[in-house]
């Protein structure tokens, strides 16, 4: 099987988690073939089914329950990653609203463009009261009118957070005795919280990302451009069977944690980031691994590279149900500043980890100053780094899940800096 550089090129644009890379046109037209460890990959998919009709319906009772916490009388919830966690609908964002409003009780009821009606219809499998509103009508007023008809005409009204403004301002206008306030401690704190499927959907993707890490590692090549090997690894996803890719850095350009607009090609001695993850079933993984190319590491290499290990090792072993969200992140920063690399953000710039399930970057971070307690059933990326300008950046990541009275870590962390993507 082979492909063209073009082709090869063209992957890397969409596989890129980082924006900042630079339009790939330092190759052009000649046959590339695929290299042998990702000929050798197949699809790792099998055997974890899909999130079932009856979870999406819990999910919509734990809202309710967490609606009554709150002291909420309703959710309103647009297209994007939410929408899809309560219903399995998927919807992509326009200027046209649809959504659906949950009050403390029933099925969800929804409003959508009349002109898309039936095409909502076939994803919509919780709630029969499907309201259709034409180009000349207010998508508002209907969901103002399943407010009244469900006796909620005061108290307070939660947006998720993603709504855009338009769309509550739309509302707020529609409904004027309702206080509309965030939604997120429904939304966030229903999806906060993984199950033991969701966790299985994650480790799965997780472990096909360090496949996929370990194949393109095992495909460099000196002279490669950060683009191809990005492209290699949007490659090395999709023969795993997922949608993925990763971001690529090398050398001096991996101390900018999300890439520079001024790349060069790949030289014997140089660290390689690579940090990247794909999407199984609709959850994500996120898994950064650091290796030197093409030479033994120097002592300087070797020392950062072990030292953000311990920091990792650190924050893993900070983590339980109870400990607060911050004293994860100052368990790893310890470990740098006390290796001669701080203080505080000089060289560790980032919080240690965020929240990843259905989106990459979700609630809540580990993160100086987050007071939240971790509670079993929450994932987290744990990532410490050092960044050196002009030097070299080192970045180790994996996703960890809170368990009754530990932490689990999803995937295999990382070997050595000579074999990084161990599975």
């Avoid at 969701?198 to 996929?212: C, D, F, H, K, N």
């Avoid at 060069?264 to 990247?276: H, K, Q, S, T």
Wanted: charged share 20%.
């Amino acid at each position: 099987m082979s492909f063209s550089r073009r082709a090869l090129l063209r992957l890397s644009g969409a596989a890129a988690l980082g924006s900042s890379l630079g339009p790939p046109t330092e190759l052009a037209g000649e046959d590339l073939p695929l290299p042998a460890p990702l000929a050798a990959l197949k699809p790792m998919t099998a055997g974890i089914p899909t999130i079932s009709l009856e979870e999406h319906r819990a999910r919509l009772v734990g809202a309710q329950r967490l609606m009554a916490e709150a002291g909420l009388e309703a959710i309103a919830v647009g297209p994007g990653t939410s929408l899809t966690y309560f219903t399995g609908a998927e919807w992509g964002l326009s200027e046209r609203f649809l959504g659906f409003v949950l009050t403390r009780e029933g099925d969800p009821a929804w409003v959508t463009p009349a002109f898309e009606k039936q095409r909502a219809l076939e994803q919509i499998r919780m709630g029969t009261d499907v309201r259709a509103w034409e180009e000349d009508e207010s998508p508002y007023d209907l969901v103002a009118s399943i407010l009244r008809d469900r006796k909620v005409v005061g108290g307070r009204l939660g947006i998720e957070e993603t709504m855009p403004f338009a769309f509550a301002d739309g509302i707020a206008k529609a409904a004027p005795t309702l206080r509309l306030e965030s939604a997120t401690p429904v939304t966030a704190g229903c999806r906060m919280i993984k199950d033991s499927h969701e966790v299985a959907l994650m480790r799965r993707a997780g472990q096909i990302t360090v496949s996929a890490h370990r194949a393109v590692f095992a495909s460099l090549k000196e002279g490669m451009t950060q683009s191809q090997v990005s492209a290699l690894s949007a490659q090395a996803h999709r023969r795993l069977g997922v949608p993925g890719g990763s971001l690529v850095l090398f050398g001096a350009n991996a101390a900018f944690p999300h890439g520079t607009k001024n790349p060069r090609p790949l030289r014997a001695g140089d660290v390689v980031l690579i940090d990247g993850g794909g999407s199984f079933l609709g959850y994500k993984s996120d898994i950064t691994r650091t290796g030197i190319f093409g030479a033994p590491p120097t002592p300087r290499q070797r020392e950062v590279w072990e030292l953000v290990r311990k920091a990792q090792e650190a924050a893993f072993r900070a983590a339980r149900p109870g400990v607060e969200c911050q004293a994860v992140d100052a368990a790893a920063r310890k470990v740098i500043t006390d290796g001669g690399f701080g203080p505080a953000y000089k060289s560790f710039t980032h919080r240690l980890g965020h929240g990843i399930g259905m989106d990459g970057h979700e609630w809540t971070y580990l993160v100086r100053g987050n007071s939240t307690k971790l509670r079993p059933g929450m994932c987290f990326s744990n990532e410490p780094g050092v960044y050196l300008p002009g030097e070299m950046g080192i970045r180790h990541e994996d996703v960890m899940t809170v368990t009754e009275d530990a932490v689990e870590s999803l995937t295999k962390w990382s070997g050595s800096p000579e074999d990084p993507a161990v599975i």
